[in-house]
T-cell receptor, first 112, second 114 residues
Framework: SQQGEEDPQALSIQEGENATMNCSYK?????LQWYRQNSGRGLVHLIL?????REKHSGRLRVTLDTSKKSSSLLITASRAADTASYFC????????????FGAGTTVTVRA | NAGVTQTPKFRVLKTGQSMTLLCAQD?????MYWYRQDPGMGLRLIHY???????AKGEVPDGYNVSRLKKQNFLLGLESAAPSQTSVYFC?????????????FGPGTRLTVL
């Protein structure tokens, strides 16, 4: 069963704007990861945040984690056309034998 | 490094036919996974392997079998394909023994069962 659920399901923004998507999950976690999938391609790892971290940055990406609310957010700043993709959160619950549980994803379209 | 590769990229089967999907990784990863991706459902784990010679069931294992005879290869078999197995299949691998369980994905195999 899916552990994470992304919100919104789809997002359309203008180039240069920021894009924010959220992920909620059900059980405690070791870490939470975000992946990107371009159309017709495999998933690519973007960033991992551990359960004892609250915020993490990587280039134009900012991820927050609130374990009390069991939620995470991914912010993409100054979006570009190349950011058009689906974004998935994946959780790694404790004692889960290194299996990730993926949400259904948020589809982001960046308009030129 | 090629990373994770999958063959074939596309395949069309008739109901009842069998086939094997091949996944290969050159990163010396211990863990390998097979997922299927269906519209609106994200990725669902079919089977996985925590090392050469070992396999385990994931979330949706019925109708599939797997083998990991060599560390670098993970095969997914469909013995008698059904239309419900029409999907995009992804293989992934990860390094064992780390809490940074980043998974590396192959490009996918698009399978249609008629």
């Amino acid at each position: 069963s899916q552990q994470g659920e992304e919100d919104p399901q789809a997002l359309s923004i203008q180039e240069g704007e920021n894009a924010t998507m959220n992920c909620s999950y059900k059980t405690s976690i070791n870490n939470l990861q975000w992946y990107r999938q371009n159309s017709g391609r495999g998933l690519v790892h973007l960033i991992l945040i551990r359960s004892n971290e609250r915020e993490k940055h990587s280039g134009r990406l900012r991820v927050t984690l609130d374990t009390s609310k069991k939620s995470s957010s991914l912010l993409i700043t100054a979006s570009r056309a190349a950011d058009t993709a689906s974004y998935f959160c994946a959780t790694d619950p404790p004692l889960n034998d290194y299996k990730l549980s993926f949400g259904a994803g948020t589809t982001v379209t960046v308009r030129a | 490094n090629a990373g994770v590769t999958q063959t074939p990229k596309f395949r069309v089967l008739k109901t009842g036919q069998s086939m094997t999907l091949l996944c290969a990784q050159d990163m010396n990863h211990e863990y390998m996974y097979w997922y299927r991706q269906d519209p609106g459902m994200g990725l669902r784990l079919i089977h996985y392997s925590v090392g050469e010679g070992t396999t385990a069931k994931g979330e949706v294992p019925d109708g599939y079998n797997v083998s990991r005879l060599k560390k670098q290869n993970f095969l997914l078999g469909l013995e008698s394909a059904a239309p419900s197995q029409t999907s995009v299949y992804f293989c992934a691998s990860s390094f064992r023994g780390s809490s940074y369980n980043e998974q590396f994905f192959g490009p996918g195999t698009r399978l249609t069962v008629l």
